[in-house]
């Protein structure tokens, strides 16, 4: 059965399982990179509290250049689904092109912060030399040689729109593998690899990075035939950037704005190291768990786009409403491993100091899990029906408006050690809360806007 026809036809329920599973896969396994890195970097022989404090202050930007690539890619993935929707393959080639046309535009950028923006970036946060160092090491490697986790961003999304996740996720799958087996070699040192440290960290991720992308590009090449490919249709095209941002542009705010927050919390915990670190490594088992709905929301885009470009309200329906089961379902999930075994986390990282704090931060932010998954199908929902500023709306609540400030009132109480900590915690409980409500309004608004009107 051909791509087209399987996005048309297999029951919406079944479709997105079968599309769904690998992008979960592909997005828990990119989530495992950072995991993986502060796990390795915890247990180095010296240095391994100021390393792991290094990594979390260098994670905000790390989450930016992520941001852009899959904002960028939502943004081809919903506008290249609607148009093979609409049977039109020559725009499709022009929307695929371009994307990659402004993939070169951010891999630019990206290399010149490394070279030239990253060392007064890590200090902003810390005044320790050490952790200043380790950074700045760490991250001028990943924006340099960033150009691997951009353009396998790009390609991902342009198997996913047509129905090809499963090679999207061999692509992250390659990716992890060699990763993880890096790490160890590259930091600890074995054989005649000299040991590197946090260097060796950031080597062992962006190796693993361009491995994913160069497979997936060879991917895209031989296997979406449903339009066209080649240089020409890199030619930047005005419009159809314009379209591809009108409905990415929102997807990378809100990536864009959770680097923001974790940036935000690290300033508002600066009177506190250990407390600092431990919401960085919470972050990472937060972003594991958050992963699993985006990856569900990036075949929930896709599938609701594809029945908006045919005018099917039900498969419309349908994918609104498994999308939202489905996506509570592992997030329930989420929080029953986050609450029974928070110990093994805070072992797996070697936390030392900072292991009250992290065990405290899993215990009380994990309740978030369910309402922080359903706004993300929200957002996903809202992408496929052109809910741009609904999707901007949400993410701005969720990551700015409400988070920020709640955090900064509760920090005032925070300098009383391990409880003052724990009220800073429960900003993100409440702040899932109030934008999932509002999620929720805006969704019946664009469904009475947008799909009780097609014919």
């Known amino acids: 059965m051909a791509e087209s026809n399987k996005m048309k036809d297999i029951p919406v329920n079944k479709l997105m399982i079968q599309m769904g599973i690998p992008m979960i896969l592909s997005m828990a396994l990119q989530a495992v990179y950072n995991i993986v890195d502060s796990a390795f970097v915890g247990n180095m022989r010296t240095g391994s509290e100021a390393a792991l404090n290094a990594l979390t202050l260098v994670f905000p930007i790390q989450m930016l250049m992520v941001a852009v690539g899959i904002g960028t890619g939502v943004g081809t993935n919903a506008l290249l689904a609607r148009t093979l929707g609409q049977g039109n393959n020559k725009k499709a080639a022009k929307v695929a092109g371009n994307s990659l046309f402004l993939g070169v535009i951010i891999y630019v950028v990206c290399l010149i912060f490394g070279i030239s923006g990253v060392k007064a970036y890590i200090s902003s946060q810390t005044v320790d030399p050490q952790v200043i160092s380790m950074g700045t090491s760490y991250l001028r490697i990943c924006c340099v040689i960033s150009f691997g986790i951009i353009f396998f961003s790009l390609f991902e999304k342009l198997l996913q729109a047509t129905g090809r996740s499963l090679y999207s996720t061999i692509g992250q799958v390659v990716g992890a593998v060699v990763n993880i087996i890096l790490d160890p070699i590259m930091i600890y040192g074995i054989g005649p690899v000299p040991e590197m440290g946090v260097q060796g960290a950031a080597y062992a991720t962006v190796i693993g990075q361009a491995a994913s992308a160069v497979l997936l590009f060879i991917f895209h090449m031989k296997l979406n035939k449903e339009f066209e490919h080649g240089v020409k249709y890199m030619k930047p095209n005005a419009r159809i950037i314009k379209e591809i941002y ?184 409440i702040t899932e809360l109030v934008a999932c409500m509002a999620g929720y309004a805006f969704l019946k608004k664009i469904k009475k806007n947008k799909v009780e009107n097609l014919n």
Do not use: C, H
């Open 246 to 429: 009108a409905i990415g542009l929102p997807a990378i705010i809100a990536q864009a704005l959770m680097s923001m927050m974790v940036y935000a919390m690290n300033l508002i915990l600066k009177f506190s190291p250990s407390a600092q670190t431990a919401y960085g490594l919470f972050y990472k088992v937060q972003q594991f768990v958050l992963f699993l709905a985006f990856g569900l929301r990036d075949a929930i885009t896709p599938i609701i786009a594809f029945a908006y470009g045919m005018g099917s309200k039900k498969r419309i329906g349908d994918g609104i409403k498994y999308g939202l089961i489905y996506t509570t379902v592992l997030m329930i999930l989420g929080i029953l491993i986050t609450e029974i075994f928070p110990d093994a986390f805070a072992t797996l990282f070697n936390s030392g100091q900072s292991r009250e704090y992290f065990i405290g931060a899993m215990r009380i932010i994990s309740i978030s899990f369910i309402f922080a998954g359903i706004n993300v199908a929200y957002q996903g929902i809202y992408q496929a029906l052109d809910g741009g500023i609904e999707s901007l709306v949400i993410s701005l609540l969720r990551q700015l408006v409400i988070i920020l400030p709640l955090a900064g009132i509760f920090s005032i109480f925070a300098r009383n050690g391990q409880m003052g900590v724990s009220l800073i915690w429960w900003a993100f409980p």
